[in-house]
C-alpha cells in the first residue's frame, strides 16, 4: 500500500542557469511575490503522500535557501543537500541522504506543479518502480546523426517530451546510478531504463514549464 511507504520529495535548484542569462540562478527570481523556489516548495510542502523534503542546492546558495525554507515556515522538515557538478550527481547526492521507500524528484524551476500529478507519480508507484510525468509531442520529432543528417522520424503519437515530477524506487535508483556512474544524463528515468527496467508515463499538461530563458518568466507568469 502506497500510504504505508515513505516519501522524501527532491528538489533541485543546483544548476548553473547558464541559459537563463541573468547572471542568477533562476530558482530565485521573483514571481508574483515569492520566488520560483517557494512556489515548488509549497506544492510538495502541502500533498498528502510526502513526508520530508531535500533541496538539492550549490554550496554557496545554502543561505539564500535556508532563509527560503525558515521565510516559508513549512510543514514538512526539510533537509538542505549540496549539489554535485551535474544533474546526476545532484539526484545521487539526495538519495542517499534518506531512507525513504519512494523519492519523487522535481526541478525546482518548474513552478506551475499541480498537486494532482504529484498524486498520481506517488500512486502509479504500487506496481513500477519508476514513473514520469509528460506531455505528447506536438511536432514531429526527428533523430539525426552527429552531422544534423535524418536518421528516422519518431510517431508523433508515441513521441513524449518529458518533465518533472519523476518518482522512483528509492532502491532502485540508487543501484541504477552505481551501475550506470559512466553514463551522464539529464533524466533518471535512463538510468532505469538501460537496467531494463520499465518507466510509466503520466499524462500532464503543457502549462508545467521548465523556466529555462528569461522570457519564461513572463510565460510562467500568465500561466499562474
Known amino acids: 500500500m502506497i500510504d504505508e511507504r515513505t516519501v522524501t520529495a527532491v528538489i533541485l535548484v543546483a544548476g548553473n542557469s547558464t541559459r537563463y542569462g541573468q547572471n542568477r540562478n533562476k530558482n ?11 512556489y515548488s516548495l509549497e506544492a510538495f510542502d502541502n500533498n498528502q503522500y510526502i513526508d520530508d523534503i531535500i533541496i538539492v542546492a550549490k554550496e554557496d546558495e545554502k543561505e ?18 549540496v549539489g554535485g557538478n551535474t544533474r546526476k550527481e ?12 519512494i523519492v519523487i524528484i522535481h526541478d525546482g524551476a518548474r513552478p506551475a ?40 522520424t519518431t510517431k508523433r503519437s508515441n513521441t513524449w517530451i518529458i518533465q518533472t515530477p519523476q518518482c522512483f524506487d528509492r532502491k532502485t535508483l540508487i543501484s541504477a546510478h552505481e551501475m550506470n556512474k559512466d553514463i551522464d544524463c539529464t533524466d533518471d528515468c535512463m538510468l532505469l531504463e538501460n537496467l531494463n527496467e520499465k518507466v510509466k508515463i503520466i499524462e500532464g499538461d503543457y502549462t508545467n514549464i521548465k523556466i529555462t530563458t528569461y522570457e519564461d518568466i513572463e510565460i510562467i507568469t500568465r500561466l499562474m
Do not use: H, P, W
Open 28 to 38: 530565485f527570481e521573483m514571481l508574483k511575490g515569492k520566488t520560483v523556489l517557494n
Open 64 to 81: 539564500i535557501v535556508q532563509k527560503i525554507v525558515k521565510e516559508q515556515n513549512t510543514r514538512l522538515e526539510v533537509k538542505i543537500v
Open 90 to 101: 545532484s539526484v545521487y547526492n539526495a538519495i542517499t541522504e534518506t531512507n525513504s521507500d
Open 113 to 152: 506543479i499541480k498537486q494532482r500529478y504529484i498524486d498520481e507519480c506517488i500512486e502509479s508507484m504500487e506496481n513500477m518502480k519508476g514513473v514520469t510525468i509528460g506531455v505528447k509531442s506536438k511536432d514531429t520529432i526527428k533523430i539525426t546523426d552527429e552531422n544534423n543528417i535524418v536518421i528516422n
